[in-house]
């Protein structure tokens, strides 16, 4: 018997063992999984006090307390928090070292400690890591504009824009008082940014026509961009034109129409061929779209490759028909256009007409066809300026009669020349 007891375990009883051991070691290992992925959501979206408990040496978990603790200490203004927040985020650098958040905390402390150049160098670490951390970003903007540096304060500026709608009211208002207070310096730098054509352009210019000053502003950058990849377009530059109108600023109108000349002051009238649609409003036609007028632009039966201003009316509607803007100054002028009669009495029906601007001085009204010519014929009025009269509105306009009575006319090659 004792022979038999002391006879060695049997292979079989050996390879009972091991796979008992295998399976509890198996189970002990998905016990320990089960609780890693089950803390994960604790770790990654609980109170940053309990991801450290479960995890005191996961980086995300040093990071989310020392964040904490960083917001704390700034709302108690309590140093001792800053410097918990100091430790932790230096320890999660230490096990993450491409944490850009833990490092913007690290940022963040070195600056509440009074030591801006070692803050400096830390944020601008993280800043260039990402360009999604918003509160580096945030902090190196208003740090370099301490030190006047306007190219890096307004890039960092920028890249908050573009992503953060809520904040573009505070960074905009930042633009505009630094280029109303020290315009040599930081205009350059926002007409820089704004020819990029960020997302955020229309926005802030819509943000300037609230104010003579924000006013200021935006004549000021449209003359800035005017050199630019990317000058302000048509319809930025009839918003501008437009807002200046509305706030009787006519003298900026025409001084900034001149300082870009868009459109071009060579010309009196604006696309008076009809056939160079590339000048902004309010000196490009308006077409009216009215009852009984239907006024549009498009290739002259008679000669195809000359586009012309065809109108149909009614008879017996009102209507301006078209108009722009002109700068005349005070004197004799003659206005000049040909025009082709397809049906009825134009010459009866039809008025160009100037008028003052601000104000309602009609200072010419003269019938818009020459009588009865159903070929292309000139035809020409002439008026005066008078002093005061600092723009003029030139306009096609109907004059209504008691029934309806079909009119056809094609008019083209409008011109305002001066008389000596």
Known sequence: MKAQ????????????????????????????????????????????????????????????V???????????NNPRRYAQAADLAREAVARSPFDVRALRVVGLT????????????????????????DPAHAWLMNHRLTQGDYTSAFAHADTLVRRREDIRPRIFSLFTTAATLDQ???????????EANPPWRQAYLDTLYGDVAGLQVAINLAVLLEKSRAPLNNTELYQLYIQLMEKGQIEAVRVV???????????????????????????????????GVVAEI??????????????DYDGYSASRIAEQLMFLSPGRYRLSAESRTEEGEPAKRLAL???????DLIILSAPAAAPGSQVWT????????????????LGIETRAGDTRSRTAVWLDRIAVTPIS
Do not use: Y
């Open 5 to 64: 007891a002391d006879r060695p375990a049997t292979p079989a009883r050996n390879k009972g063992r091991a796979s008992e051991i295998a399976t509890w070691g198996l189970t002990a290992l998905g016990v320990v999984l089960a609780w890693q992925v089950a803390i994960q959501p604790l770790i990654q979206r609980g109170p940053g006090e309990i991801a450290f408990r479960l995890a005191p040496t996961s980086p995300l978990a040093l990071r989310r």
């Open 66 to 76: 020392a964040e904490s603790e960083f917001a704390a200490g700034r709302k108690d």
């Open 110 to 133: 070195e600056a509440e400690a009074g030591r801006d150049a070692a803050a400096d160098d830390i944020l601008t670490l993280a800043g260039n890591w990402s360009l999604r951390d």
């Open 184 to 194: 040599q310096r930081a205009l350059p730098r926002i007409a820089a940014l704004m």
């Open 257 to 291: 129409r001149a300082r870009l000349n868009r459109p071009s002051v060579a010309h009196l009238v604006t696309n008076g061929g009809f056939g160079d649609d590339s000048a902004p409003a309010p000196f490009q036609w308006r077409l009216a779209q009215d009852a």
């Open 298 to 311: 498009v290739p002259d039966d008679v000669r195809p490759a000359d586009p012309a201003l065809r109108i």
């Open 353 to 359: 007409t100037l008028t003052c601007a601000p104000g």
């Open 378 to 393: 000139p035809f020409s009025a002439d008026f005066t300026v008078p002093a005061g009269c600092r723009a003029q509105w």
